[in-house]
């Protein structure tokens, strides 16, 4: 029961510098989210997906490109790291209508990701 | 602009007594509203969730209350446990039964003390 798996669990970044969380989900969700968590903010939308090939902005898409080639895949991409993006960064997915028997349809999330930019 | 406002930063409470924790939200657009659990160094876990249909859902310990017309919603757990301790989070969507497009408030964290 693998879920919502995230890689890699901890980063250091320089400023400047690329890189790709990976998030991968073996449920067949076919909508999928980056949220970023910080200090008194709660956790806000970065970027989401409802289904392969199609994605969007969300509360804060600055500095964060994503792609959706699969349903079950969907990387966030830091172009160039800045400080301010020294976070924890999940990413959830669920169904896009709620199914049975629980009919939430809420979301599940991953382990997140610590990033540190220097 | 904090469309999920969870005011109160944190709270205790006795083992066995209930937690009460609340939850404000300003857009009237929100269908859907979810609480979340998070452990330190895990992601957040679905605990219980209520359509603007209802006014109250109950699961176990976990009862969620909303009242549409104050913009209001909170959650129940009685009785509260050690076991109970951690950041809880209010969220909102405006799709009806899905958690697409979450907005979350800022958290509370319970300590359930002995």
């Known amino acids: 029961n693998a879920g919502v798996t995230q890689t890699p669990k901890f980063q250091v970044l320089k400023t400047g510098q690329s890189m790709t969380l990976q998030c991968a989900q073996d449920m067949n969700h076919e909508y999928m989210s980056w949220y970023r968590q910080d200090p008194g903010m709660g956790l806000r939308l970065i970027h989401y997906?409802?289904?392969?090939?199609?994605?969007d902005q969300g509360e804060v898409p600055n500095g964060y490109n994503v792609s959706r080639s699969t349903t079950e895949d969907f990387p966030l991409r830091l172009l160039s790291a800045a400080p301010s993006q020294t976070s924890v960064y999940f990413c959830a997915s669920s169904y896009l209508v709620a199914r049975a028997p629980r009919g939430t349809g809420e979301l599940f999330f991953g382990e997140g990701s610590r990033l540190t930019v220097l | 602009d904090q469309q999920v406002k969870q005011n109160s930063p944190s709270l205790s409470v006795q083992e066995g007594r209930i937690s009460i924790l609340n939850c404000d939200y300003t857009?009237?657009?929100?269908?859907?509203f979810l609480w979340y659990k998070k452990y330190p160094a895990e992601g957040p876990t679905f605990l219980i969730s209520?359509?603007?249909?209802?006014d109250k859902n109950e699961d176990g310990r976990f009862t969620v209350f909303l009242n549409k017309s104050a913009k209001h919603l909170s959650l129940h757990i009685v009785p509260s446990q050690p076991g109970d301790s951690a950041v809880y989070f209010c969220a909102a969507s405006p799709y009806t039964g899905t958690a697409s497009k979450l907005t979350f408030g800022t958290g509370t964290r319970l300590q359930v003390t002995l």
């Open positions: 997906s409802v289904g392969a090939g199609i994605t």
């Open positions: 857009n009237s657009m929100f269908d859907y």
């Open positions: 209520i359509s603007s249909i209802k």
